[in-house]
């Protein structure tokens, strides 16, 4: 339980950017489908979930780096002392990242 709570904290930084950018990008998925097939008629969604999806997975690794390995390297030393090193923080972001893209996917 205690390592659930410390995933939480962790991701907790990592989890309100990758949203807002992963909506963006949905959203600019949309708006660009649209002026590339204006002409045609064709019925184009203005959000795509497929583009937030695959942007939520890479944007959560990304700010995860730019968070942790640059701006915060001490923090590493907080998770270490809970029991949790660098790996095995990065490897839950990649794992909740793919169950967040597969719910956004679902739905």
Known sequence: MKIIIVLLI??????????IIAV????????????MRA???ESIPLFSTGSAAVSYLIFSLVF????YERKNVNEYYFYYNLGL???S??????IISIIIVVLILII
Not at 10 to 19: D, G, Q
Not at 24 to 35: K, N, Q, T, V
Not at 89 to 94: A, D, F
């Open 10 to 19: 962790f991701y907790k930084k990592l989890i309100i950017p990758a949203s």
């Open 24 to 35: 963006l990008s949905g959203y600019s998925y949309g708006y660009i489908a649209i002026l």
């Open 39 to 41: 002409d045609k008629g």
């Open 64 to 67: 995860q780096y730019f968070v």
């Open 85 to 87: 090193n660098k790996y």
């Open 89 to 94: 923080l990065w490897i839950s972001n990649l």
